[in-house]
């Protein structure tokens, strides 16, 4: 019941085409690639360690799609505070949103 819920208030906002042939990975953004509960003076400060080149990493095999439960305009602005829209070593294929 929670799953179709989830899945019926769930928003795709397209960012960049997918690739042929690759595979989608899904990265939760809070507490996942952000500590959406830390204290800093940056944004930048809140990301995980190595999260670029984990990115990096994973864009050679992978599609990525980041998902939050915010909505899309907090998911934006995060992941645009974050560089992760015009990292010049990967690209996000889409944003997912849950609001409730």
């Avoid at 819920?5 to 690739?19: A, M, W, Y």
């Avoid at 595979?23 to 400060?45: H, P």
């Avoid at 095999?61 to 015009?86: A, F, N, R």
């Amino acid at each position: 019941m929670l799953l179709e819920l989830t899945t019926q208030k769930t928003s795709i906002t397209l960012i960049n085409h997918p690739r042929p042939g690759k595979k989608l990975l899904v990265l939760d953004l809070d507490y996942t690639l952000f500590d959406c509960k830390g204290i800093a003076e940056n944004v930048m400060e809140l990301a995980r360690p190595g999260l670029h080149e984990f990115l990096t990493l994973m864009y050679q095999d992978y599609d990525m799609v980041v998902w939050s439960q915010t909505s899309w305009k907090w998911l934006e602005m995060k992941i645009t505070s974050l560089g992760m829209l015009t990292h010049p070593s990967y690209k996000i294929s889409f944003g997912a949103t849950a609001a409730y």
